[in-house]
């Protein structure tokens, strides 16, 4: 019996070793790689994580699992990326908050094109895309504290969904995509909105209010949780869909502006730092929702 006991309390000291890696912040690149504007890590299907500005604003970055950085893309004169989406073809959808377009870069060639303009846009600065290929965008205007969301279809057209928002930054798409999370960075506050089938918002409700600190990037575990970059706090907020604090997972910087979901299980959170200029990492329990299918 000595035996059997002995094995099953390593075992059980191992899963406990185990469990004490999550959520546990560590750099994955080093400092001063990227500009104060790194922000918008998105992982592909093939395992790339890609970040932008890197080294100068206006370019995009790829992430090597060791850390490494290579210039994947620099963008026309006059754009500025600050988040990334991949479509069903795999192109890269960029906001780029100061040509105030989408962008769309080739798989194949890295040709860069506008794939969405409007003369009303003020800066799109966040995505999240839907099985459908329909963006969906924050778009804030931070001299007036004031904002709005669209949707961009297949076909390029922007419509606009709301004009009354606050600094709307962050958007996430829950798994399902029957509800759309926006954050006002400056209000503090998350929002909720239902999504009919063809796109449209309804039934606006406050998921979560903050008495301090910013708000910037979102994503969306398998189960639904919403992860929350606190920006100047440096942590990732982690909600359950019912709108539960459920942990704060303390990063290194301070100043987090961005988190993606990957690795070869989903469960690497990538976190894009402004004041460190560079991408810490985290392990979670559980997948992010491009991989719980």
Request: glycine share 8%.
């Amino acid at each position: 019996m000595k035996p059997v006991f002995f094995v099953a309390f390593i075992g059980l000291t191992t899963l406990r070793a185990e469990a004490q890696e999550f959520y546990q912040a560590k750099d994955l690149t080093a400092e001063n790689l990227f500009t104060v504007n790194c922000e918008g890590p998105a992982y592909d299907k093939h395992g790339n994580l890609f970040v932008v500005n890197y080294q100068s604003d206006g370019t995009i970055g790829l992430v090597h699992p060791d850390g490494k950085v290579e210039l994947y893309i620099t963008l026309p004169e006059g754009s500025i990326a600050n988040a990334i989406q991949f479509d069903k073809k795999e192109n890269m959808l960029l906001a780029d908050f100061k040509g105030h377009n989408i962008l769309k870069v080739d798989s194949k060639t890295k040709t860069v094109s506008v794939y969405s303009h409007s003369d009303q846009f003020n800066q799109p600065n966040d995505i999240c895309i839907n099985k459908k290929g329909q963006l969906f965008a924050s778009d804030p205007n931070w001299k007036t504290n004031t904002g709005k969301i669209w949707r961009i279809d297949s076909d390029g057209k922007a419509i606009l969904l709301t004009d009354k928002m606050g600094t709307a930054n962050g958007i996430e798409l829950s798994p399902d995509e029957k509800i759309l999370y926006v954050n006002e960075s400056v209000q503090r506050v998350i929002w909720a909105f239902d999504v009919d089938d063809a796109g449209n918002l309804h039934n606006q409700r406050k998921f979560f209010e903050f008495s301090d600190f910013g708000l910037d990037g979102m994503k969306c575990d398998s189960k639904g949780n919403l992860y929350v970059t606190r920006y100047d706090k440096g942590v990732i907020a982690i909600f359950s869909p019912q709108g539960k604090l459920l942990r704060e997972v303390q990063m290194k910087g301070k100043k987090t502006s961005n988190i993606t979901f990957g690795g070869k299980d989903g469960k690497t959170c990538y976190v894009t730092l402004q004041d460190r200029k560079g991408v810490e990492i985290f392990r979670s329990e559980i997948s992010g929702k491009q991989f719980g299918f």
